[in-house]
């Protein structure tokens, strides 16, 4: 496997300066996520399939690196976030931002062969090395919250990684980043974020006779309390990229389907591939006759108004009862999601914040240290990052870090050349669990196609 090596390693600023005393605040979804992290992979392919046929010149990327940083500098005038640092405030010791143009940290790296090679073999360990990460927390005045990691690759292609802490942007928030940076590269504008608090609960929205959703806050109640408790074991995980073409989604929707005469409603395809996988994990864990815990992960930017370039964490995390879920019911496993998915609604996620802000100061837990978490991604667009004249990723890979607890499941979009409802479901497992379901035949009857995985080693 072709080994990465890095190249230098400078701070890029953005071309304007932010004017002084400018903070941003950090919202009470932003709080909780503290103790996280994210790390992105885009891969772009090489670049002989877009030079003309009389193009000799085959020592160029079709990415220009060079561009890239000038780019950059140019897109965070418009996140002055992303280069400030941490800052406890004088109030109640919670943090937030100084926007105080101390950049971005930026890595240049180059790896052996192709991009396309390097794809074909790549695997968990190896796709990290595409990201750089530095733990400074403790140094909050130096550490870079966020870094970018452009990887050549010497016959071909490009790798451009990038990494937050997860208390100033969740994925959906991450890839705009990228996204508003390719627009800025070749295009020299792009859609600006939006940098303002969460919308508070619109006026008359409560009403006088209003019952909290407590399943909902009771799920962060009890995570908090059990992050304390629950040790941090070393166990070696490994990560499964599987991509779902349109049909094979609409297959899984079908079986997931319930036999309802009144309304012959089929769950979405969050509710199929999720219950999908609960159910097969849950074997490869070796539970019987039932389900193991299992929270969902889900973007609120819809349910709470907030348009997506919103700039922050609106991920909300809530719990699925597994009782009366039977092993291989896959009916029911996407039921009893589907039930929970409703209810997550805007009335239920602001009595969530509301909870949240009337606290007193929360120790931030580890959110995927207990129960197996799924997230579903919708949100992001990952395939709007075209760097150039219909230059776009060919593969994505999303991860929230660290993994602990029972494991994490992803649900992204799909390439869109396989179809509307195609998806790519990362599953991050420990390695003998995943052996085990990638054994699995009910998850093997959807004929999903290995990106990554223990066959790609």
Known sequence: MAKVTHVCKRTVVSTKPVPPGKYHPLSVLDRVMEKNNLRMVFYYPSMRSYHNDDDDDDDQTVINVGRLRESLAEMLTSFPAVTGRLQENDKNGEWMIKCNDAGVRMVEARAQGSVEHWLSCVDRGRELNLVYWEELYHKPYFWSTFYVQITEFEEGGLAIGLSCIHLLADLTCATMIINSWAQTTFYGKM??????????????????????????????????????????????????????????????????????????????????????????????KGIADRLLNMSVCLDMRRVLNVDKRFFGNCMVYNEVNPKGVLENDLSEAAKAIGEVVVKMDNEGVMDLIEWLQCSKKIDAPLMNNCDLVCSYLDVVDPYLAVFGDKVAPIRVSYYVEPVLGLGQVLILPGPPKEGPLSKVVMVTLPEDELMRLCEDDLLLSFSPTILMGLNKN
């Not at 940098?195 to 006026?203: E, G, Q, S």
């Not at 499964?240 to 079986?255: E, G, K, P, Q, Y």
């Not at 999908?276 to 849950?282: D, K, M, N, P, Y």
């Open 191 to 284: 859609l600006a974020s939006y940098f303002h608090p969460l919308p508070p609960r619109k006026l008359g929205n409560k009403k006088s006779n209003h019952v909290p959703y407590t399943p909902l806050t009771n799920h962060y109640k009890s995570t908090i309390e059990r992050s304390k408790t629950i040790p941090i074991v070393n166990t070696k995980y490994t990560t499964l990229s599987l991509a779902f073409a349109d049909h094979n989604v609409r297959a899984c929707i079908n079986a997931a389907q319930m036999i309802d005469k009144a309304h012959q409603i089929g769950p979405s395809p969050f509710e199929a591939l999720a219950g999908l996988f609960w159910v097969c994990i849950s074997k490869a």
